[in-house]
């Protein structure tokens, strides 16, 4: 079986946070790569460099700090991190796109479901406002929004939690993505609507053929999901290998601990 | 929804009552002779005095006025004036559009300034913030009494053929009339401006800072639809809020201009009225001013509570 | 969110604004011995202009300006502290109470308190002393007056969250004494509101006293004040364009010491909670 070609080719990725008179390396050099319809997933815990990668690949430096990237993030031939920042714009949500922690933050108050839908795919494929009405409706639906069409009209508050994190998959998936990172899709939601969110990432991952990059610190999460496991400590890749194979055989004593950390049911001892 | 602005206005009609007390009380509890001071400056024989009394119904009990006086008040007899023996509610009206229109432009003024400078300042930061934040500083330290003679200071320096007393009613012609106006608004709003610049800072700050902007870069959205769709509709209600509450500071001040620039608003009568100890007058002015106020507080209050709504999460 | 300002921002504030305050007491204090003339002679020619004689020249009845700035400062300066200071006290006072009786009566009273924010600052003050009168006492007492609620809803609001804490139940069930709560805990929270909201009560002082000079319900003549300075000299500004520019600068300065303090009290004191 051949490798996939590549879609994502990191080298050397560095982050430096300047916060005053302190800089701190959040990422330390990573290199990876992501093939067209490749699914790969980045493990590790808080603060190891994970969600601050993914920002690397779409160049979104957190309002109010300044932050330094280092290395190569070629994207289909182009250097993410050296192109201008308008191409960056075209790219973002059009070629890379990206679905967020927490739900009930990310969707902006004053507009309405159906409006957050329409501006992103009237900013990237010229549509008028009639068609990328029906084209949000049909996003909603895809997402699994019953009653779509009045929904649309709703806003933010009121939906719940899980609804509102399938509206954000439905934003990020409207220009049909080559890339779609899912930043701990499912840490913020009740653990009954978390499986549902991972299936419908997994459908339209499947139906619309994109790459997923999925990061989380739950390896109970990338389970089933992805091809391949990077997993992430303190800035830097420690272990990479497939699901099975990581599973099985972790080589690493940081892999081991954060396995551990997931309860399973072949458990031998009783944690009671 | 409904019930909390039911509940708002109830809460304002005691503190409605409590302020024609204090109203009242003002007036009448006041050393020197409200009969005598009706007369104006014309010494009256103590008959002639007894009979005013009578009249306005000072010889009885304190209470019995008071209650006399708010029936009338809610008929909407204000009382005549002591210095033109008219109604005050037949003088005070048109002053009061006068007041209004000064205020409003003054308001708008200020909102216009003060956004605009404090939207730069948060979204610029560097240098533009502290030049920003320095002349608000600044701004802040001149009353608007100040500025205004300041403004006439100059105009009579360097621009004599000017003319800055020449306010023109509305009707006769509103071109002249908001020209006019200009200068007073501005003195009005300078110092308010500061306020409404702080707190777009501050909100469009705060606004920037949220997980849906991230958002919205994060869709590849231009910046000009991410300011103005993302950023400033929400940094505006906050805003809009703050300039509704300045109000009652820009109604203070609006004594000070029109005396300034004599215009003959709400303002100017209040201190005519002061000044030639017009009891009625100056009872109505406090009274109609500080309902104003009350009432644009708690409408600034429910359209808070109904934004809020939509924004605060569960 | 994440905007630093150098600490260094507060405390070059505050000194700053020290420094201003004590150009501004010092005049307080001695300005009937710094200034040059007796205020109220009127010895020289009218309308001079600035001379070696007169700094600032002369009025239309050729009265020193200077010595006119420098005694109406002490004037309008005096009584701004102490109405200041009172409403301070009485504040405190009300808002101690309120904040820890709590219940009805701190309702009732948050209610009546209610009915004096209902009035604009400047309305209720030309009104008070339309009604007492013009003179020094009264303005006092009307600038109290009007001041004190809101330095009470500053001083309430700390005092009763203060009560709710945990700890403070905890040191009450364990036997530690009001008194003791109350100056190790809820003190310390009540002094920098406090701070910030005198400084910033000063500042709309002097332009309350000022205004209501100018309007003429100030402290009735010989006495020179600075707000009745800039209103006679608009009659004759153009011949004596100094007449208007002394007073103005001289209220721009003291509003600016006050709030120069504020924001670096605010700075200094924020921060320091964090």
Known sequence: MSAPAALLQVRGLTAQFNRGDVASQVVKGISFDIGVGESVGFVGESGCGKSVTARALMRLAPEGSSVAWGGTVLFKGQDLLQVNERVMQDIRGRRIAMVFQDPMSSLNPVLTVGAQIEDIVRRHTGASASQARQRSVELLDLVGIRDAARRADDYPHQFSGGMRQRVLIAIAVSCQPDLLIADEPTTALDVTVQAQILRLLMRLRRELGMALMLITHDFGVIAGMVDRVHVMLDGSIVETGSVDALFANPQQAYTQALLAAVPRLDMAERLV | ???????????????????????FVLMRALPGDFAQASAGTTELAPEALNIIRRDLGLDQPVWEQYLRWLAQLLKGDFGDSFTTHKPVLGELLPRLAVTAELTLMAG????????????????????????????????LAVPNFVVATLIVLLAGLYFPEVGIFNYTPFLTDPLGNLGSLLLPAFSLALAVSVTISENTRAAVLEVSSQDFVMVARAKGLRPHTILWQYLVRNALTPVITVTGLQLASLLGGSILIETIFTIPGMGQYLFD???????????????VAASIVLFVNVLVDVAYARVDARVSYE | M??????????????VGLLMLACLVAITLFGTLIAPYNPSATGADSLAGPSAAHWLGTDSIGRDLLSRLIVGGRTTLLITFVAVTLAVCGGLALGLFCGYVGGLADQVVMRILDVVFAFPVFLLAIAVVAALGPSVPNLILTIA???????????????????????VEAARSVGVSEFNIATRHVLPLIVSPV??????????????VTALSFLGLGPPPPDPNWGAM?????????????????PATAIVFATLTFIVLANGLRERLDVASR
């Open chain 3, 145 to 167: 007056i009007v001041y004190t609620p809101r330095l009470a809803r500053v001083v309430r609001g700390p005092v009763l969250s203060v009560k709710r804490w945990d700890h």
């Open chain 3, 195 to 208: 701070l910030v909201e005198t400084s910033l009560t000063l500042a709309q002082t002097i332009f309350t």
């Open chain 2, 273 to 287: 009225s002061v000044s030639s100890r017009n009891y009625p007058v100056v009872q109505a002015i406090v009274l």
């Open chain 2, 108 to 139: 708008l003024m200020a909102m216009a300034l003060g956004a605009s400078s404090g939207l730069a300042s948060a979204r610029l930061r560097g240098r533009t913030d502290w030049l920003v934040r320095g002349v608000n500083g600044l701004f």
């Open chain 3, 2 to 15: 994440n905007e630093r300002q150098p600490l260094g921002g507060g405390n070059a504030m505050i000194s």
């Open chain 2, 1 to 23: 929804m409904r019930r909390l602005v039911l509940i708002r206005l109830a809460w304002m009609l005691p503190i409605l009552l409590g302020v024609s007390v204090v109203a």
């Open chain 3, 230 to 246: 800039l209103s006679e000299a608009r009659q004759f500004m153009e011949l004596a364009p100094l007449a208007v520019i002394g």
